[in-house]
């Protein structure tokens, strides 16, 4: 998916909210009562190519306000390194090349997660799966009212170029076996860079707080914080299915409706890096889990994946599953 589309159907609203929570369209929590001494540092902006927002609690407003610096800055490190849509970055750069002498450690353990996701859901997360993307955004660009995917001749082409096996990645270098091969690392580096600004926050001193960067994590070190996430209904943009609580956890959602390649809205952009296909098995994916990378790149492969396989691959990392079904109706899987 590109940078600049958001995939993710959060609504964060206050726990303790007597407005119908339909209404809710902004991150708020519930707290122990401490808000006069903590106070909230709020920033809102754009980041990675789409809405962003930093809630941080912390006595000191100056000092809130020099880690949000700090966060910032992280952000605009690590988008030079994944952003598809900057000629200059790093993936760019490996796409166009092939290969990539020393990659930084942050594109390092961006792949060693994903390879260790690409095992647990039998290869339904592989993020080898930008040519499959280039081929149907290319097919609509050129027939927006078509009711077919890209011919089978095209699909059988480009599937040789995707598939994980074909990188190899160390500390001295990423390499792609096949000519024509790119990465998309967007199915996971949101939550990446989401969990790295976490870790920077932390070590500048704050304590609680909540980072919306495409991926939501929050945290609270001191145990008074809780927030309430709701899963959208897509067939009304401001309602809500269901609401659960979040407590020093992350959560991510992903539905094919929200990006279709055909002007009809019939293929989407969750494809099954195995087949080619682009047709999601559910409404809508949400993922709990420890970090926000395991939620955004669990979110994006469960999409194509029988519910069994589902739960095994969500017990390995202790997450949460909500399964919105054909019918809209909301599945809970342990």
Same mark, same amino acid.
């Given at each position: 998916?590109?940078?600049?589309?958001?995939?993710?159907f959060?609504?964060?609203?206050?726990?303790?909210?007597?407005?119908?929570?339909?209404?809710?369209?902004?991150?708020?929590?519930?707290?122990?009562?401490?808000?006069?001494?903590?106070?909230?540092?709020?920033? +809102? /902006?754009?980041?990675?190519?789409?809405?962003?927002?930093?809630?941080l !609690?912390?006595? =000191? @407003?100056?000092? &809130?306000?020099?880690?949000?610096n700090?966060?910032?800055?992280?952000?605009?490190?690590?988008?030079?390194?994944?952003?598809?849509?900057?000629?200059?970055?790093?993936?760019?750069?490996?796409?166009?090349?092939?290969?990539?002498?020393?990659?930084?450690?942050?594109?390092?353990?961006?792949?060693?997660?994903?390879?260790e996701?690409?095992?647990?859901?039998?290869?339904?997360f592989?993020?080898?799966?930008?040519?499959?993307?280039?081929?149907?955004?290319?097919?609509?660009?050129?027939?927006?009212?078509?009711?077919?995917?890209?011919?089978?001749?095209?699909?059988?082409?480009?599937?040789?170029?995707?598939?994980?096996?074909?990188?190899?990645?160390?500390e001295?270098?990423?390499?792609?076996?096949? +000519? /024509?091969?790119?990465l998309?690392?967007?199915?996971?580096?949101?939550? !990446?860079?989401? =969990? @790295?600004?976490? &870790?920077?926050?932390?070590?500048?001193?704050?304590r609680?707080?909540?980072?919306?960067?495409?991926?939501?994590?929050?945290?609270?070190?001191?145990?008074?914080?809780?927030?309430?996430?709701g899963?959208?209904?897509?067939?009304?943009?401001?309602?809500?299915?269901?609401?659960?609580?979040?407590?020093?956890?992350?959560f991510?959602?992903?539905?094919?409706?929200?990006?279709?390649m055909?002007?009809?809205?019939?293929?989407?952009?969750?494809?099954?890096?195995?087949?080619?296909?682009?047709?999601?098995?559910?409404?809508?994916?949400s993922?709990?889990?420890?970090?926000?990378?395991?939620?955004?790149?669990?979110?994006?492969?469960?999409s194509?994946?029988?519910?069994?396989?589902?739960?095994?691959?969500?017990?390995?990392?202790?997450?949460?599953?909500?399964l919105?079904?054909?019918?809209?109706?909301?599945?809970?899987? &342990?």
């Amino acid at each position: 998916m590109n940078d600049s589309t958001r995939r993710r159907f959060l609504t964060l609203c206050a726990a303790a909210m007597l407005s119908p929570l339909a209404a809710c369209n902004r991150p708020s929590e519930k707290s122990g009562g401490r808000d006069n001494q903590l106070g909230e540092t709020l920033w +809102k /902006g754009i980041a990675l190519g789409s809405g962003a927002e930093l809630r941080l !609690y912390h006595p =000191d @407003r100056k000092q &809130a306000e020099q880690a949000v610096n700090r966060a910032l800055a992280e952000t605009a490190r690590l988008e030079k390194i994944f952003s598809l849509y900057r000629d200059d970055s790093l993936i760019s750069r490996l796409n166009r090349e092939g290969r990539l002498k020393n990659p930084p450690s942050d594109l390092l353990a961006v792949l060693s997660l994903s390879s260790e996701i690409h095992h647990l859901t039998q290869g339904a997360f592989d993020p080898t799966i930008q040519p499959l993307w280039n081929l149907y955004a290319e097919h609509f660009r050129r027939y927006p009212n078509a009711d077919e995917p890209p011919s089978a001749q095209q699909m059988k082409q480009t599937l040789a170029l995707v598939g994980f096996k074909h990188i190899t990645f160390d500390e001295d270098e990423i390499r792609f076996h096949r +000519k /024509g091969m790119g990465l998309s690392l967007n199915g996971i580096a949101q939550g !990446y860079i989401t =969990d @790295r600004i976490v &870790a920077v926050l932390r070590q500048s001193g704050i304590r609680q707080a909540l980072v919306d960067m495409g991926e939501i994590r929050v945290f609270d070190d001191i145990g008074e914080r809780t927030w309430t996430v709701g899963i959208r209904n897509p067939e009304q943009e401001n309602a809500v299915l269901q609401t659960l609580t979040l407590k020093n956890a992350a959560f991510a959602t992903s539905g094919g409706y929200g990006t279709t390649m055909d002007e009809a809205g019939k293929f989407t952009h969750l494809f099954d890096p195995r087949t080619g296909i682009s047709r999601p098995k559910y409404r809508s994916i949400s993922v709990m889990a420890e970090t926000a990378a395991v939620a955004d790149a669990f979110s994006t492969a469960f999409s194509i994946m029988p519910e069994a396989e589902i739960q095994a691959a969500a017990r390995a990392k202790q997450a949460k599953v909500w399964l919105l079904m054909p019918d809209n109706q909301m599945k809970a899987l &342990a």
